[in-house]
């Protein structure tokens, strides 16, 4: 059965190969939208990751938020008395709280102020996953003491290379001194460029107008063994009398992250244009393609009809087409694959956004190439029944 599969002469390969100027148009025009799609479906990762990695980083089995929240970039806030109300139900172990809120950084070296996300914990319980944060809570239980993010935008400045070389870091958050004592890592997104978490009362000083009993998140951590979903329907219950206009939300670290995709998925348009992006490759791959395989059924329409004229069928002939159009996506995808590699790491090394090229998506703009040439050849196949033998001879 082998032997006699290879003892047939590959045709469609062989009229790929004849025209190598062909080719290269083709395989360069299939590359080209494979980039595009890679690269729209990448920075719409990106955008999601990003912006979700804050909501991952809460150590909390539960998390309370105010029932309009949208965004945790502009989040809004809700009164502390029902986080203190939840440590009355059974299997919840402790509370926390975090404050949020969008400050003014200083770079003293252009003297610019540029806009930074600032968190406020309990430096006893920081809710926060950072292992740096962690190592030095005692440091920010004095004032005017911060952790900066590391990975935040370079136009805040040198901050990482200068505390790391003089284990200092001095300059002005909202108008007020501040200085660094750590560093941790979580990455700018494309709402926030970067980070810094302060203890609660270097906030409550940053932000004089915050008022001290409004906070943003509560986190919730239960007794080991506990039914978080009962848990949380009865605190969902419990904290809210009036179901029509409850107070807060209660849900996982994970919903909540979720909350915030959808919002950048739903709410803006960021989600449309990226998705428009993906439909726009795929179409010109679509357009790029037919007019290849046209133009190679047009010029050997003679040749198509002599073997008609042989006793070939229409649908051995179609078949030949349709490998010619799965040849071109393969041919076409490996070179977008690893270019589309090396513009993720450009991108990441630019804007620190977190774009990197996965698995899946590899697989799924694969799948759509190959159903932009098949439908291709399916539109081309028009042109290749036209091939009467009578009318050439």
Known sequence: MINKIFR???LAWRQLMKEKTRLVVAVSGIAFADI?????MGFESALFDAAVKPHRNLQADLVLINPQFQTIFSVKSFSRERLYQALS????????????????????????????????????????????????????????????DEASRPEYGKVSSYFQETGKYETELNRKYVSVKGLFKNGASFAADGNVVASDSTFLQLFPTH?????????????????????????????NPDSKHPFVEVGTPETFAQKERSYWANGTGIGFIFGLGVIVGFIVGIVIVYQILYSDVSDHLPEYATLKAMGYTDNYLLRVLLQEA????ALGYLPAFFLSFGIYQLTFAATLL???????????????????CTVSGAIAMRKLRSADPADIF
Do not use: H
């Open 36 to 40: 595009l799609i890679f690269i729209q």
């Open 8 to 10: 047939k002469t590959p």
């Open 211 to 239: 008022k001290p009993d409004q906070i943003e998140v509560g986190l919730i951590t239960l007794q080991p063994g506990a039914d978080i979903e009962k848990v949380k329907a009865e605190l969902q219950i419990g904290l």
């Open 89 to 148: 139900y059974n299997g919840v172990k402790s509370v926390s709280s975090i404050y949020i809120s969008t400050g003014q950084w200083r770079n003293p070296q252009t003297r610019l102020d540029r806009a930074i996300v600032v968190w406020g914990v309990d430096p006893a319980a920081p809710g926060l996953k950072f292992p740096e944060l962690q190592a030095k809570k005692d440091d920010l239980k004095q004032l005017n003491q911060i952790l900066f």
């Open 326 to 329: 799965l040849l071109l996506a």
């Open 354 to 372: 977190p774009i990197a090229m996965k698995l899946d998506r590899a697989i799924n703009v694969f799948i759509l190439t190959v159903i932009m």
